[in-house]
């Protein structure tokens, strides 16, 4: 499971849980910061989620701790400032203005209703679909995102509250290709992109 975000030298992380990023430093980032994975998730619109995910990386190099993605000190940030970090080349998302809005809006929200610990989102749902009401209350995550998360933090980090696989919908299904919840290697990286092309062709058929 995903521990809290308190800050550990990265050469004293474990091997990383999670292979999205597909890079070594920001994987072993968002398998042991839960609030660097929900910003990763909120990045993941409108480019590719390897790039998007590693965009929580990139924002915690930036800003002095490659180890820790605080949600306290974004939150408490001028969002002049904070934009300056988002659009520094390279940009950490496609839309570095409204992303970075998001982000310090998700920031704000995990500081004001959990104290600033992610972990507590999923550590005390009772059910998958507390889990879900949960997820899809925090800016910036609709039903879908929230859904795939939610699957993401079933399948591949242990979090398995009761009726998680239904409340995360068809992301849930075993064996599936369809999200990043899928995505724990190159190849299934490759799989899940070859999906969502193949049903991006389909509706625009």
């Keep these: 499971m995903v521990a ?12 990383p849980a999670l292979c999205i990023a597909q890079d070594v430093e920001a994987d072993a980032l968002l398998s042991h910061d839960p609030f660097a994975l929900l910003v990763g998730m909120l990045l993941d619109q409108q480019m590719p989620m390897d790039r998007a995910f590693a965009g929580a990386y990139r924002l915690a190099v930036r800003l ?23 659009r520094e080349v390279p940009a950490v998302h496609r839309f570095p203005g409204s992303m970075g ?4 809006a998700l920031a ?4 004001m209703e959990y104290a600033g610990d992610a972990t507590s989102i ?10 879900f009401d949960r997820l899809l209350a925090l800016p910036g995550y609709g039903e879908q995102k929230s859904r795939i998360f939610l699957a993401l933090l079933g399948k591949q980090l242990g979090v398995q509250p009761r009726g998680w696989r239904s409340a995360a ?3 849930g299904a075993k064996g599936s290709r ?14 899940v992109r070859a999906f969502k092309q193949a049903a991006k062709q389909a ?3």
Excluded: C, H, N
């Excluded at 306290?72 to 970090?85: G, K, L, N, Q, T």
């Design 64 to 86: 002095g701790d490659p180890t820790r993605l605080d949600p306290v000190r974004i939150a408490a940030m001028d969002p002049s400032e904070f934009d300056a970090v988002m």
């Design 4 to 15: 809290s975000s308190g800050a550990a030298p990265a050469e004293k992380f474990p091997p």
């Design 101 to 104: 809005g998001r982000v310090q």
């Design 122 to 131: 999923w550590i005390s749902a009772k059910s998958g679909q507390a889990l």
């Design 108 to 111: 704000a929200y995990i500081v």
């Design 178 to 191: 369809r999200s990043v919840a899928d995505v724990t290697d190159k190849g299934t990286l490759g799989e």
């Design 203 to 205: 509706a625009q058929s």
């Design 169 to 171: 919908g068809v992301y």
